[in-house]
């Protein structure tokens, strides 16, 4: 007879750690952000300012858009290549850069259980509450895994992340990649590339080029819940820097730039204002037509992916795509 194993699940969560990883680089305090975006001309602010509570709430939703394609495509294609990719590379640990809700993951660690391998998994993320909840919701499904978290932003540098033993493989998915400018996604890449191993592989996760129409209605759904995540991040500034914005005094704008092959979120001032910033003690204005720059997202061709990992000392080991090309997982190695 064999021993059944079910231990309650209070007693799982203890197989989760929970690891800090300082930041190399200091990174900016809101204030500065802001100070230093808004000398500009556009105005801009760093992507991460949208992602506070509400904020976070909202991308949820525009998950279930119907305009919004990328999550979902990239969900059915990791649930489709998912025993490929496990079979490919046979990790021993998992490490996730930006894990979130780790909804995708799931995928994945599916495809291990089948496969009866019990890799170790390493979720990276600066939001230790999802991340934790997360951890007690995977040690339900998986019995056999075992967990240790790191809090941490992977913006500010690699150097302090542990590396796993065994065979690793990274994880950057959502197309997060894309909201950074090209300099800047080509150092997080490099300090990933430079953080594994000749055997480790990372699994990359990128939107693609397509339909101008269908790339401008991914982000102005017609019921408006980009557009509320957007004018949120007005909200966050108003807290964060102690600012008085009315968001609805600025309208929710997306376009396709297709020199820079890349998807431009901006909120434009409808009318002549002055914002006030408690924080730095001073004010802004914002004519009617001023924009501020609030994201770019980046879009690639399977030749700019390519050339993306190149620049970062990364080959492509397999290329995972659906039929009609709207979304790229990629298996990268490092360059032998
Ligand atoms: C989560 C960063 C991948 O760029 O598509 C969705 C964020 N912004 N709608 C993206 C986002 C507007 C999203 N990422």
């Known amino acids: 007879m064999s021993t059944t194993n079910t231990e309650p699940s209070s007693w799982r969560a203890a197989a989760c750690t929970v690891t800090p990883v300082p930041s ?13 975006g ?14 506070d509570d509400h904020g976070s709430r909202l991308f949820d939703r525009i998950c279930d858009t119907p305009e ?3 999550m979902r495509t ?37 495809a291990a259980e089948q496969a009866n391998a019990q890799p170790v998994y390493w979720p990276f993320d600066v939001c230790d509450s999802i991340m934790t909840s997360a951890a007690e919701r995977l040690c339900g499904r998986f019995p056999w ?44 890449l490099s300090e990933i590339a430079s953080h594994m191993g000749p055997d480790d592989r990372l699994l990359l996760g990128v939107d ?24 949120n991040v007005l909200n966050v500034l108003n807290h964060e820097v102690d600012a008085d914005f009315e968001p609805e005094a600025f309208a929710h704008e997306a376009f396709f730039n297709e020199a820079q092959s890349r998807i431009e979120m901006h909120l434009v001032s409808r009318r002549d204002q002055r914002v006030q910033v408690g924080a730095l003690e001073r004010v802004y204005d914002f004519p009617e037509g001023e924009r501020l720059h609030t994201e770019i997202s980046r879009k690639f061709t399977p030749a700019s992916i390519a050339d993306e990992l190149a620049r970062a000392g990364l080959v492509m080991d397999e290329h995972y ?3 009609d090309g709207a979304f790229s997982l990629v298996l990268a190695a490092p360059q032998q």
């Open 145 to 188: 895994l075992t967990i240790h978290a790191l809090v941490g932003d992977y913006g500010a540098g690699l150097d302090h992340l542990p590396r796993p033993p065994g065979r690793c493989l990274y994880l950057f998915l959502g197309g997060s990649l894309g909201n950074f400018e090209p300099e800047e996604s080509a150092r997080v």
């Open 74 to 110: 990239e969900a059915r294609l990791l649930a489709e290549s998912a025993r490929a990719v496990m079979a490919s590379v046979q990790p021993d640990c998992i490490l996730e850069m930006g894990s979130g809700t780790s909804r995708k993951t799931e995928h994945l660690l599916q």
């Open 208 to 231: 693609r080029v397509k339909d101008r129409s269908v790339l401008e209605a991914a982000y102005d759904d017609a019921a408006g819940v980009t557009a509320a995540f957007n004018r």
């Open 68 to 70: 919004y394609y990328p």
């Open 321 to 323: 795509q659906p039929e």
């Open 24 to 36: 190399v680089h200091r990174l900016l305090t809101p204030a500065e952000d802001v100070a230093r």
């Open 38 to 51: 808004f000398q500009g001309s556009p105005k801009r602010l760093p992507p991460k300012y949208f992602y």
